[in-house]
């Protein structure tokens, strides 16, 4: 994907502190015509207006500098009064809208795909260098003349910039440990590395600058897909775009064991590119995630430092069910605190993890859902915690599904009372069991293969060879309890053996025996399939 299509596709365009305000700017979707303005607590403050196209951002000082894409021009923002002061011209800016500081100018990239500087004065003037570049850029305040840039999603270069008309290459690498799709980057304070998100591999990637060779990793899951640096370069943190696992991640410099890891809370509700940025002191980490909709735009104020967990319970109305029967998972919030949101999850056996409900708790701090699973399931509640308080995961509880089977012995040559009569061999006692009854097995459609399993691939056909086996042991147990049953001839009037089931050669049998009393339904009955799952 070329940087003009995905600045035609954001939703996000950038995240920028001001330490001296504590003020977060928010830039969003290149058709929004404002940027946002909020406490370091996430409230409101205010919205400019008229921004249209508005992107990347650069502090100097008191002044926030703004790319407006499409529009041929960086506004200078007042960030103290949060008033527009002027423009800078800017043509033909496009890319992925993103702006830098570096050696005394202004960086953007163009529509023919070039690294552009605006010097900064009384009087601005502005030069295509012909260098290629239409991605992200990065600075380091450590070597204040050096600019990081990528091109073409996987080509990342460094540039000594003191001649912001003729930049000089310090190093470059093409597609580093595999990376490709390069969605953000950021230098560390220090100026020793340049840290890399790309949708693959599932990692933040350390290179050292200026040479860009390897310098360490930060596991994450899919898709890595923004990366921020605390001001004291103490933490890392990464993003990703994962529907199934955490959305943000918090690794200690350095070090590739993560801290802490965040959940938005549902499927759908990802992290933006460029979705991440520190507090001024560090303390906080701030994440822009597309919410519940997967459209929206929501930001997530996070504890960067380690704070205690809250009290979060969970509880079900009962610990077993029959299939297709209904259960009630209550969450309890047991901690007092401004969030009062909670989301409960489930993971059927062999299944993934999948959101059943978020919802404001009651004034009892309770949360509950009613709901029926189909194969044995365990549940777990989270609070994403608040500025006093963790992100707190209650106790996992797992419900129990009984797989319903329903027989029905087949044949039989007369009713007597109420009682099926069948006839039967001496051999149905032996070793072999012929000339028995026949009982046919179906298992209740709570427990059949779910539509779209018919290729029996992985947990499905795991689950398929579970629910086979559990047939087959409620089959030997039936079958022993018939015996048991057939072992005890009965006395009767002479009749013909029933063709299906009188072994060949054989004569017909005076004896016969009454299968009546056995049940025909079996729910986890003795010899019948385990708890299903």
Known sequence: MSGRERRCRRKLGRIVVDPATNHLFVTGAASDSAIVVRNEDGSAVKSITGESGAGGMVLDGSTLYVARCGWSVIDEIDAAKLAKTGSISA????????????GGALWYTNTSNHLVSVTLG???TTTDTGVLADGELATTPAHPDWLVSVFSEACIRVYDVTDPTAPTQLGTTFAPQNADAINDITATPNGADVLVASGAPYELLALALPGLTADGVYPTQPYPNSVAVSPDGSLIAGGTMSYYDPDVWLFPAGNSTVRTKWDFGSTNDTLYPHGLA???????LYAVSQGASGTGVILHVLAAVTLPRGSVGLKTSAAAIVAGHAVSITAHLGTSSSNHVVSIYRKPANGVRALVK??????????TVTVRPKANTT?????GGDGSHGQTTSAARLVKVRV???AAARGGYRTAAG?????YSAACAGARHTGCPSVPRVVDAAARRPRGERTGRGPHRRRLADARQRLATHRRGRQALA?????RPCRGRRAAAHPLHLPQGRRPSREHVRLGALPRDGVGAAGGPPDGG
Do not use: K, M
């Open 91 to 102: 043509p033909n800016i496009d890319g992925t809208c993103d702006l830098a500081e570096a």
């Open 278 to 284: 520190f507090s001024a002191d560090g303390s906080r």
């Open 483 to 487: 015996r048991r049953v057939l072992q």
């Open 404 to 406: 319903v089977v329903h």
């Open 419 to 423: 009682v099926r009569l069948y006839h």
């Open 122 to 124: 009384a009087t601005p």
């Open 379 to 383: 549940y777990t509640a989270v609070w």
């Open 358 to 367: 978020t919802g404001t708790v009651g004034p009892a701090g309770n949360l």
